[in-house]
């Protein structure tokens, strides 16, 4: 069991800061290198090299129902302080939580899920207060972004490595709770997270294992659990549907399903009565039919490779791709679709490009923006959660551990650049989670 320094999990990512740097910063892969890419992938690297620069104030979460103002740091103290004191506390100070009541029947499955994380013996503290005047709105709350300004903050950036909780007593330690009696959230990915990859979308079904870790989950009264995937709300009523305690998240956030507490009958929302903006929706309707002509010629052009159709967006998934240049053949199909997408004049798609996929989508929501709306909301209603844990493996993914405050755990499930706080190596034939 390792013990995380403090500091490490305290004020290191520097989520949402400087929207500025993403409007005005240029793409590399941009194929005139004119304007910014507007892919996932490219805004996730101009993120990464914001973070490197600012940090933004936290606390959506536990006290979320606060508005900063960026108008003077004394007054962001304030309100910060009225609302989450603990986080002003110096890095010395002693823990914010509480220890968390984890006893119980299906203690061992929840241990199973959260086991990825490194014990953390040291509670979230804020060891800063805004520096920059800039603001900007996300999920509703105001928030402004802090300057990495010293070494010490340049390492806090880094992602800690996982290791395995063997106890009620150890996940104790690490997730510790405020409030014993509010309960914790998790919010966790599907593809490449609870379920490792197949060569195709409709071969990853939940294992048995799976289902009876979840299963355990939905039996427990101290956890909300989330699935927030871009699978569709069919696939996700169809696998999880009976999960009557769970909230399912579909299509990035584009449709939410809140639990059912006790009624097996789901109901699914679009995130505009979230609070999100769906209304643009209809002015394009047209916009899959031209896209979908776009991806299958692509599709033609790349055999084995196929076209997945959702109600927000279209995929094209390449993961059965076998010759060399995979990488030129998706930069040409982003190109192409970037560029029809100008024709057309449907400037509110977005071509991002995902593990194995290139989505195109026509929505504003993201898996960070609904994760936070959806702590915000119970916050507001008098019920926050305790304890946050988000875990995932792709560019989606990387919206929730933007977006999450620093008392947030945050899972990235294997390689490559992420803005999570923990990484959990992929365990080969396992739930890449559950292992
Ligand atoms: O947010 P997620 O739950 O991670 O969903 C992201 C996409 O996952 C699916 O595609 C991925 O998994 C497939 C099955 O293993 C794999 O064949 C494909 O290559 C992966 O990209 C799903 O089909 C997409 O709709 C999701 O957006």
Known sequence: MQAAPVAHRTARRGRSGGRSDTSTERCRKSPSGARPCSSDGCRLEQRFESVRRSRSMPCAGCCSSQRISNSKDSDAKDSLSACCPAQLQSSEATPMHSPGNCSGTSTSSTITVLSQATTLNSPPVMSSLPTDAEEFFEGGVELSPMKVDSSEDLLRLTTQPLSMLDSDEALQQFWPLVDRDLPKALFLDYDGT??????????????????????????????????????????????????????????????????????????????????????????????????????????????????????????????????????????????????????????????????????????????????????????????????????????????????????????????????????????????????
Request: with cysteine; charged share 25%.
């Open 194 to 435: 609870l379920r490792e990859f197949e060569t195709r979308p409709e071969l990853a079904v939940p294992t048995d294992e799976l289902l009876s870790l979840l299963a355990a989950l939905n039996d427990r009264p101290d956890i909300r659990s989330h699935i927030i995937s871009g699978r569709d709300s069919s696939f996700l009523e169809t696998h999880f549907g009976s999960l009557n305690s769970f909230t399912l998240i579909a299509e990035h956030g584009y449709h939410i399903s809140p639990p059912t507490d006790g009624n097996c009958q789901r109901k699914w929302e679009l995130w505009e009565h979230f609070g999100g903006d769906a209304k643009n929706f209809a002015v394009h309707r047209n916009w899959k039919a031209t896209l979908r002509e776009a991806m299958s010629s692509i599709v033609a052009d790349n055999p084995g490779s196929s076209i997945e159709e959702k109600q927000s967006s279209l995929v094209w998934h390449y993961r059965e791709l076998v010759e060399k240049d995979t990488e030129a053949s998706v930069q040409q199909a982003w190109a192409r679709l970037s560029q029809l997408c100008a024709r057309e004049h449907l400037k509110d798609v977005n071509i991002s490009i995902g593990n194995k996929y290139l989505e195109a989508s026509y929505r504003t929501v993201r898996k960070g923006l609904v994760m936070r709306r959806l702590c915000e909301e119970k916050a507001l209603f008098g019920e926050p959660f305790a304890a946050v844990l988000a875990a995932g493996d792709d560019v989606s993914d990387e919206t929730m551990f933007e977006a999450a405050p620093p008392d947030y755990l945050t899972i990235k499930v294997g390689d490559g650049q992420t803005l999570a706080s923990f990484r959990r190596p992929i365990a080969p034939a396992t739930s890449p989670l559950a292992a």
